[in-house]
Antibody
């Protein structure tokens, strides 16, 4: 069974740091792009970051560039999101998700997010 | 302000057919697949439709998706009370190199 399980959320003060983890099982972690998606209380879904495991390609939304770092450990089948300089507006449930993608003639094509974890809650407050 | 535009709410009575629209641009829906997600209260999003019009195993055929140009739509026929949820459309955006989502549509079964 394909499964994603997030952990590491909690309460942190503004300006603080937190690292989220996502342990995956049931598929070859190194073969997939992975994403972090967040959802603020009562709000919609918002993409945060993407990573291609075996090449280290990484993409971030503008508001987290320079503050968040996405990474992966293939040996541990784990995805991470290191969050620094946290702000109140970063308060959200953070989901890790597997990317459905294709590769053709040297280009990647990104289709959608086909498996999601249950999420980990991050609250930034003093 | 979401990149993809969905109506904030929709409603119908049991057995009715409801359609939810999703509007984007050439950099997202116009050149990429659309996914639809269903989110029940307090739970993670679940894939309802993938690659525009495909249903994962386990999703009833009451749910269908379509795409035309820079717009997409989700249709739910034979509406049931358990369909009450938030529905989100999503697509890859070539300009942002990331995923964009609609603001979500809250479906109420009257």
């Amino acid at each position: 069974e394909v499964q994603l399980v997030e952990s590491g959320g909690g309460l942190v003060q503004p300006g603080g740091s937190l690292t989220l983890s996502c342990v995956v099982s049931g598929f070859s972690f190194s073969s997939y792009w992975m994403s972090w998606i967040r959802q603020a209380p009562g709000k919609g879904l918002e993409w945060v970051a993407n990573i291609r495991q075996n090449a280290g390609d990484k993409y971030y939304m503008d508001s987290v560039k320079g503050r968040f770092i996405i990474s992966g450990d293939i040996a541990k089948n784990s995805l991470y999101l290191q969050m620094n300089s946290l702000r109140a507006e970063d308060t959200a449930v953070y989901y890790c998700a597997r990317v459905d993608s294709g590769y053709n003639y040297g280009l990647y094509y990104y289709y959608g997010l086909d498996v999601w974890g249950r999420g980990s809650t991050v609250t930034v407050s003093s | 302000q979401s990149v993809l535009t969905q109506p904030p709410s929709a409603s119908g009575t049991p057995g009715q057919r409801v359609t939810i629209s999703c509007s984007g641009s050439n950099s997202n829906i116009g050149g990429n697949y659309v996914y639809w997600y269903q989110q029940l209260p307090g739970t993670a999003p679940k894939v309802l439709i993938y690659r525009n019009d495909q249903r994962p195993s386990g999703v009833p055929d009451r749910f269908s998706g379509s795409k035309s140009g820079t717009s997409a739509s989700l249709a739910i026929s034979g509406l049931r009370s358990e369909d009450e949820a938030d529905y989100y459309c999503s697509s890859w955006d070539d300009s942002l190199s990331g995923w964009v989502f609609g603001g979500g549509t809250e479906l109420t079964v009257l």
